[in-house]
DNA sequence: CATAATTTCTAGCAGTGCTAGGATCGACTC
DNA sequence: GAGTCGATCCTAGCACTGCTAGAAATTATG
């Protein structure tokens, strides 16, 4: 029996060896140049070795984007947690966001433009870190002093949405040149103070 | 000379009418299903003659975009000219522009997600429709009473742009199913509010 | 060691963007 | 009008893509 399980560990490597170099090719050279057959070729393996763990190459985009979800929530997470005033977990978060949006420019052009089929919004079927991600939103802009409770706010789901939309367009727009990248943070300063003012009500 | 007249205009009207073939392709079936041949059978020519007017393939996403930005600003500047009173103009334009963005997905996509070789925000070579539709959101957002001055408010072309991420993020994320559609109306109210709020200062 | 089962690769299909070369058509000259 | 020339167009093909059937090689089993 330790034939087999040793067999299902080298594919599960092999797996996570495949979406690994998916990745690196992705961020080092585009998506358009992430070619089953180069793929093939930097793993090592033969085309049809692909198609025995996905079903198609967006399979592969889908697991690199997975990938990805998991990933910005830790660091939405961790900027949240590490804010030092609890009320400013808000801008801590969207620059987390922007900052990896901006390291990681082909995982988040994989999370979220290409065409990958994930359920987004749908609570049984959407993955895991996913939700996370946007939880971290929610809970930020919901409660500003107090924390984990998600809905402190009942708008605060809607204003998560109004956040993470305007944080998605500044990061496409100056990703691809369609916004000069420099006044970035200007943007981000102007659209924190109009969003969630910290006004004297600090409720 | 008469002859080389008409050959001249009969080119101009063959150039337009691949653009527009393009353009309802796209539309009907997706940018993917956009391939040369497809849009040779469809003008009724063979692949050759598409290569006789555009340099490649992205050149003619481009050449739609373009046409697209050209009535984007049309509209952009209809709904602020109509806006009855002066200061709901950038809710209008707002809502002109989710509109755009949700009637012509297609053409939304050339313009704003797929990658098309425009210079954005440069003063000499940013196509013309392009700075038009960028105009109507600064004039909205920076003079809210008086008009056509386009930069009273000095943060007004700050304030444009992160109007445009915001919206650019409702638009796609809605559209490729990564937001739930039914919401958009109550986003766009909050985005309004709190963005520009229509306060007591009414400037 | 021989057989069976599994894994892997070679070779190929249909489709893609793009292009070189020859065929076809129009216009101008004698 | 016949013949030449030049612009226009199409056929055929290249290198590449995602994907797959069937042969080859490798591994486990009796």
Redesign the interface.
């Given at each position: 029996m330790t034939a087999t399980q040793r067999r299902e560990r080298d594919r599960r490597q092999r797996h996570e060896l495949i979406v690994r170099t998916a990745r690196d090719l992705a961020e080092a050279e585009g998506w358009e140049a992430v070619t089953t057959r180069r793929l093939a070729d930097r793993v090592e393996y033969s085309q049809p070795v692909l198609y025995s763990h996905f079903e198609n190459r967006d399979a592969i985009v889908r697991a690199v984007a997975l990938d990805g979800f998991a990933d910005l929530a830790i660091e939405l997470r961790a900027a949240r947690v590490a804010a030092s005033p609890p009320g400013a977990g808000v801008r801590a978060v969207a620059r987390a966001y922007l900052d990896f949006a901006a390291a990681h420019p082909a995982l988040y052009e994989a999370m979220?433009?290409l065409?990958i089929d994930i359920?987004?919004?749908s609570p049984d079927q959407t993955p895991q870190p996913l939700r996370d991600c946007f939880a971290q939103l929610v809970v930020v802009v919901g409660s500003r002093a107090g924390e984990d409770e998600p809905f402190a706010d009942p708008?605060a789901g809607?204003?998560a949405?109004?956040y993470?939309?305007?944080?998605?367009?500044?990061a496409?727009?100056t990703r691809?040149?369609?916004?000069?990248a420099d006044?970035q943070a200007?943007?981000l300063d102007?659209?924190l103070a109009?969003?969630t003012?910290p006004g004297p009500d600090s409720r």
């Open positions: 979220f433009t065409p359920r987004f919004a708008e809607l204003l949405e109004v993470w939309s305007a944080l998605h367009g500044l496409t727009l691809q040149g369609r916004m000069p006044g200007a943007r102007l659209l109009r969003l003012p």
